[in-house]
């Protein structure tokens, strides 16, 4: 399974940003995908994940904020980010698995990473 993140940026304190991951391979072998993030100095760290039956998990700092999606028909996972904030400053990375976890480790299949620079 190969991922590839874009769509990330500079955007100001406030502003939006859309990130998007498309996935092409082995995709049978996928049932969850989900956005990470890491800052410099910090560990990776699960954003949110969806199932591929809709199911979704977001981290306690990006509810209500951060809205998951995923489009089956076009392989792509989406990350609408609304309210950004400087903290959410990171490399955002898609990643794809069998089952979604807040284990990093446990997830299969990584993107590059995409940039999202939020600044005050």
């Known amino acids: 399974v190969q991922l590839v993140e874009s769509g990330g940026g500079l955007v100001q304190a406030g502003g939006s940003l859309r990130l998007s991951c498309a996935a092409s391979?082995?995709?049978?072998?996928?049932?969850?995908m989900g956005w990470h993030r890491q800052a410099p100095g910090k560990e990776r760290d699960l954003v949110a994940a969806?199932?591929?039956?809709?199911?979704?998990y977001y981290a306690d700092s990006v509810k209500g904020r951060f809205t998951i999606s995923r489009d089956n028909a076009k392989n792509t996972l989406y990350l609408q980010m609304s309210s950004l904030k400087p903290e959410d400053t990171a490399m955002y990375y898609c990643?794809?698995?069998?089952?979604?976890?807040?284990?990093?480790?446990?997830?299969?299949?990584w993107g590059q990473g995409t940039q999202v620079t939020v600044s005050s």
């Open positions: 990643a794809a698995g069998p089952s979604y976890t807040i284990v990093v480790a446990a997830w299969d299949y």
């Open positions: 391979g082995s995709i049978f072998r996928v049932n969850a």
């Open positions: 969806i199932s591929s039956g809709g199911s979704t």
